[in-house]
């Protein structure tokens, strides 16, 4: 029996992520003490994200908070694109 010809939704890092659009958090990447540190800042698996503006200083909300990242830090998370910019 032949598989579904679903797409699997496209995950790439938050840095990557376009200016306006919304992620939920996949993973999260690196040292263990780097996403230690992420987690405590509240981005968790399953986390939306909406990316606010920036490339080397990323600005993000999450659960109703901006939130300033640097593009080295969202390098570590990888989301999945769940709505597209304006």
Known sequence: MPKSSQHQPVQVPLS???VGSAGRVRA???E???CQRL???GFCESAVIQKISGQ???VCQ???TRIALSERA???IVV???RGGS
Do not use: D, S, Y
């Open 39 to 41: 987690r405590e800042m």
């Open 16 to 18: 990557e992520l376009p």
């Open 62 to 64: 999450l659960c109703g």
């Open 80 to 82: 999945e694109l769940i």
């Open 74 to 76: 969202a390098q570590h």
């Open 56 to 58: 080397h200083t990323l």
């Open 28 to 30: 999260l990447t690196g």
């Open 32 to 34: 263990a003490e780097v």
